[in-house]
């Protein structure tokens, strides 16, 4: 990856298209956005993969972030907290709570920062 400097921020040309990054939301993603951003994402394709592996269908899938930064650390991300919220029919939340921890041991991103950010994972089954 190839990053240019610009008036506001960086950039950079990618596969699926640019992606402009900055401090100041006018401009681009925040760093910080990208990193919960590729935190949820992994973790939620990944989680995704061992379902369907399972053979569990689901209707649907999201997931909130509620994100803790620490301001005498330099906004330092210490914890994120991942909601995720499944829809289906005749699920089993238990057979869903032990997918999800499989997932976290799965997920690069949940394994590269799990020394440095603590990240909670909760399931919520919705109709």
Do not use: W
Not at 3 to 27: A, R, V, W
Not at 39 to 54: E, H, M
Not at 56 to 80: F, P, W
Request: proline share 1%.
């Amino acid at each position: 990856m190839e990053f240019t400097f610009k008036e506001n921020g960086l950039t950079t040309q990618l596969d699926y298209g640019e992606l402009d990054i900055s401090s100041d939301e006018q401009y681009g993603f925040r760093p910080f956005q990208l990193m919960v951003s590729s935190i949820v994402g992994c973790s939620a394709a990944v989680f995704k993969r061992i379902l369907a592996k399972q053979r569990i269908d689901i209707e649907g899938l999201s997931v909130s972030a509620d994100v803790h930064r620490n301001e005498d650390e330099a906004n330092r991300l210490e914890q994120i907290d991942l909601a995720f919220k499944v829809k289906g029919q005749d699920l089993n939340k238990d057979k869903l709570t032990k997918s999800l921890a499989i997932s976290s041991k799965n997920c690069a991103m949940v394994r590269s920062v799990e020394d440095s950010i603590k990240i909670n994972k909760t399931i919520e089954i919705v109709s």
